[in-house]
């Protein structure tokens, strides 16, 4: 069985593409504290890379920001691609399936800023590693 849930904060603001046939997908960083120490006072982040897909990538773009506290539910995937040099590349991720939004509403917004989606970036084939 491959499943993973995580809760943790997003390490930087999510980044949406489409895909040429228009599909989103959105990806992030999520720090989750791991215990260092035996008595599980000492904490050190994980930086686990995780993708989402279609209304969840959008959802994701339009309402996340860097330090969002969420829960991630998928599986892990290994795939490989080959680079701009020609040179085979891993890339292990957490592709998640459910998203659920842990922190308040409007932490992180200023209150006399409305709220406003970002834009999505537009990718060609040559972009995408896979």
């Known amino acids: 069985m491959n499943k993973v849930i995580l809760i943790g904060h997003l390490a930087r603001d999510p980044e949406m593409r489409y895909t040429p046939s228009a599909i989103a997908v959105t990806t992030f960083t999520l720090a989750v504290n791991r215990h260092k120490s035996k008595d599980g006072m000492e904490q050190q982040p994980d ?4 993708v989402v897909w279609q209304k969840t990538a959008e959802n994701c773009a ?6 969002s506290k969420v829960l991630v ?5 290994t795939r490989s691609f080959d680079d701009k040099e020609g040179k085979k590349r891993y890339v292990t991720e957490v592709v998640g399936d459910n998203v659920q939004f842990l922190s308040p509403k409007n932490q992180g917004e200023k209150p006399d800023e409305p709220f406003l989606p970002r834009e999505p970036i537009n990718i060609s084939d040559d972009d995408l590693p896979f």
Request: proline letters at 0%.
């Open 62 to 67: 339009n309402y996340l920001r860097k330090g």
């Open 47 to 50: 930086w686990i890379n995780c």
């Open 73 to 77: 539910e998928g599986r892990i995937q």
